[in-house]
T-cell receptor, first 112, second 112 residues
């Protein structure tokens, strides 16, 4: 069966450290993978997209890697801040058209 | 604000009620989506509309009835819901030639 798995446990890190979140998938061959941020009581907000032929993408303090052999994406936040505390979701384009399938998300808490 | 507005933000209804959720996007997108988000579960795609035409119905029970009168407005009509339908209902919009989605803040629905 098709699965998108993210760390189910919350991730607690200290301010200033690098947070690394994992997204693993099985039985998909996605053209690209996206990462979203979701705050409590709000909808997800798009952060980054990485295509199957790209190994790495950066945006300010964010970095995403995509390994189609391992079927895994890693999402890094460098120099993390308490304001980065949120749930981070990965999503794959699946099926035809522009249908996105999401993982369950990983809750990140950055402590002072 | 993301340009996608959902009303109401919160809704409590009995199992015999009929209510409607409304979504409006001000971004000029041609596709609109309904997603359901239950606690500890991934976002679940319900319906997709492209240029006002429904292109995806993800085996959603008939007690949920979508309506898309134009590319800017999307409704979800609710009728004789069950307590397990309690969840956050998220509307999103995008363009079929672009990949990212823009989400509203959602309607938190409680069915008693």
């Amino acid at each position: 069966s098709q699965k998108i798995e993210q760390n189910s446990e919350a991730l607690n890190i200290q301010e200033g450290k690098t947070a690394t979140l994992t997204c693993n998938y099985t039985n998909y061959s996605p053209a690209y993978l996206q990462w979203y941020r979701q705050d409590p009581g709000r909808g997800p907000v798009f952060l980054l997209l990485i295509r199957e032929n790209e190994k790495e993408k950066r945006k300010e303090r964010l970095k995403v890697t995509f390994d189609t052999t391992l079927k895994q994406s890693l999402f890094h936040i460098t120099a993390s801040q308490p304001a980065d505390s949120a749930t981070y979701l990965c999503a794959l384009l699946t099926g035809g058209g522009n249908k996105l399938t999401f993982g369950t998300g990983t809750q990140l808490k950055v402590e002072l | 604000e993301t340009g996608v507005t959902q009303t109401p933000r919160h809704l409590v209804m009995g199992m015999t009620n009929k209510k409607s959720l409304k979504c409006e996007q001000h971004l000029g997108h041609n596709a609109m989506y309904w997603y359901k988000q239950s606690a500890k579960k991934p976002l679940e795609l319900m319906f997709v509309y492209n240029f006002k035409e429904q292109t995806e119905n993800n085996s959603v029970p008939s007690r949920f009835s979508p309506e898309c009168p134009n590319s800017s407005h999307l409704f979800l009509h609710l009728h004789t819901l069950q307590p397990e339908d309690s969840a956050l209902y998220l509307c999103a919009s995008g363009n079929t030639w672009d990949e990212k989605l823009f989400f509203g803040s959602g309607t938190q629905l409680s069915v008693l």
